[in-house]
């Protein structure tokens, strides 16, 4: 058994052997998941009434479009099989996509939103962003990212808000 066969059999043990634990790592990925994409737009109309649309509103729309962009070019030259493909490990997550797991796109994309939320309203940044990482932890139980794959994509997404 390799090291990483035994890492994912220890950190999936309570979900693997729960349908109910299972089903609720699923709920959880595929509803903040959802909640991330359709709150955004959101915050951004918000912002808008409340603070006006200026240069830096516009780069909250121009920067996660970019950033998106660069996080699939980045995993089509990468072309990192997901650790279900080589591990010899069942994901929890059904997921069809090969070579393609490194930069986690849904934890990208949940940290890029999370840190602009920050920026313009912490406290509910903060909430987004406790999201994300229990978003990250669930990518990685289920067996569809590496550890890496979600540290690379919150550290892009990091250096993308500084765009702002």
């Not at 409340?50 to 909250?60: A, M, S």
């Not at 903060?126 to 978003?135: A, D, G, H, K, R």
């Amino acid at each position: 058994m390799s090291n990483y066969q035994e890492f994912y059999r220890r950190i999936s043990r309570p979900f693997r052997h729960s349908q109910r634990a299972c089903a609720v790592l699923r709920t959880l990925n595929q509803t903040i998941t959802r909640l991330m994409y359709v709150s955004y737009p959101f915050f951004l109309i918000l912002s808008a009434w409340q603070k006006g649309i200026n240069w830096t509103w516009f780069l909250y729309v121009l920067v996660p479009a970019g950033g998106l962009l660069l996080v699939s070019l980045l995993r089509w030259l990468i072309a990192r099989p997901r650790p279900y493909e080589i591990e010899g490990i069942e994901a929890l997550i059904s997921r069809k996509g090969k070579r393609d797991s490194m930069p986690s796109k849904h934890v990208f994309s949940s940290a890029l939103i999370s840190l602009t939320i920050f920026s313009l309203y912490p406290i509910w940044g903060m909430v987004y962003l406790v999201l994300t990482v229990l978003l990250a932890k669930c990518r990685v139980v289920s067996g569809v990212h590496y550890p890496s794959d979600v540290l690379v994509s919150l550290i892009l997404a990091y250096f993308m808000t500084l765009l702002y």
